[in-house]
Structures are given as C-alpha cells and as structure tokens.
C-alpha cells in the first residue's frame, strides 16, 4: 500500500484525530497535533517497543496484528475510536470495540484494507499503566487505560476502564467503568472499580507470567491510574 497516496497522514477533523494506515509509531510519537489531540495514546506509544520498531511500524498496523496486549488498543478503545475499513462494497467504520474477534483475528474482510483510524479528541483525563519485565521491548503482562470525565462538583460523569493482555482480546471493564460513574473520585470509588476490573480479567498462565499474577496486576495498575488521576487534582 506504498503507492496509495492519502494513507500516510495525520488529520484533524474537528473532532477527531485521523490516522492513515502508513503512519508509523514513531510518526504519532513525535506528532504536535497528536500529543495535543490524544495525549494517551502517544504516550502508550511512548512506552512501546523501540526505536527501530517504532519507526517501521505502523499504528494501525498493531491493531491488525491483533494482540490481546497491544499498547494501542487501551487507549483506542477508551478513546471510542473507529476503525475505517474499504473494500469492493465501498466504505464502512467499525467500533474499536467490534474489532477484536478473537486472539490474532480481527473482522476485517479477505478483500478489504484498513486506509485509518478515526479516533475522537481526548475528552477529560486519562492513564495508560502498563506492566512488563522490560520497560518498552517486552509485550506487557497486564495493562490498563482509563479516562474519566468530571463534572464541576468532581463527580464522574463518564468512564472508560480498558484491560490489555489479560484476556483473548483487548476489552472494557464496564463493572469497574459502572464503579465510577456517579462517584467522587475517592478512596471507596478506587477501590471498587480496582476490584471490579480485576474481576473481569480472565488471563492465562503461559511462559511470561501466570494468570493469578496477572489478575493481581489489573487491580494494582487500575488502583495506580485512578490515584494518579486522583492526585492531578481539578476537574477534567
């Protein structure tokens, strides 16, 4: 898809971040609008693979790839992104959230392509924690997004919790995003929705770290993000 002309850009919309398929990791990495535009996906980027990879690889080709840990997939998925797709029926958008069918798998067609990922204007605040044996060259073991919108009292209007690498596919929490919603961001809020996430983990044991290990990642990481979130202060 070298040859297509209009893939390799990166585009605001007005309300939403167009990501052509040849924009490499390192492209997003190093993009103003991007970091102004979807600050948490940048910096899940930031912490991805390494510098050789990074200037190969593409966004969109990672979620191709389809890994249950894919760093950009958190994000992605609590950013509401959408998945442009075009093939002989014409032109389709599929939710992030549809995208993922199984470990490796995804719903594109055999004779479609994916040309960009239409992914909304960061709303409110939001986390990538991630946690691997290596910082970036590693896949990581466990890893969650979350944003949070909040109203003027500080009560969260809107969640999104996401889990990374500890199920067949890249997932929302809506247990631990219904914890939040309608509550202060305090200490029993935090603590529910930590429990909530890992609860809805649902990891194996394979050769880098075992499942109970993992669950009891997803509630430290949920709990480090949303006390971050927490300390930052103000209301998003």
């Known amino acids: 898809i070298r040859d297509i002309p209009g893939l390799d850009g990166l585009e605001d919309t007005g309300d939403a971040l167009d990501i052509g398929a040849r924009v490499t990791l390192a492209q997003a990495l190093t993009s103003e609008l991007a970091a102004q535009r979807v600050p948490v996906l940048v910096d899940a980027i930031h912490r991805m693979a390494n510098v050789n990879v ?13 890994s ?22 014409g032109e389709r958008r599929v939710p992030i959230g549809e995208w993922f069918t199984a470990p490796g798998s995804h719903c594109l067609g055999t ?3 994916v040309t960009a990922l239409h992914v909304p204007h960061q709303q ?15 896949l990581a073991l466990a890893a969650v997004c979350i944003r949070l919108v909040q109203g003027d009292d500080g009560v969260v209007t809107d969640a999104r919790v996401t889990l990374g690498a500890v199920a067949p596919t890249p997932r929302r929490s809506n247990a631990a995003e219904g914890a939040l919603v309608g509550s202060a961001l305090d200490r029993a809020a935090i603590e529910a929705a930590s429990e909530a996430a890992a609860d809805e983990a649902s990891p194996i044991d394979d050769v880098r770290a075992s499942a109970w290990y993992r669950v009891e990642m997803v509630r430290n990481l949920a709990r480090r993000g949303l006390e971050a979130l927490a300390a930052e202060g103000g209301v998003a």
């Open 124 to 138: 409110g605040r939001a986390r990538y924690e991630r946690l691997a044996n290596r910082r970036t060259a590693d």
């Open 68 to 89: 249950p840990a894919a760093d950009t997939a958190g994000p992605l998925l609590a950013l509401d992104a959408e998945v442009t797709v075009v093939g002989p029926g």
């Open 54 to 66: 990074r200037n190969t690889a593409t966004v969109v080709g990672n979620i191709c790839n389809a």
């Open 111 to 113: 004779e479609e392509i």
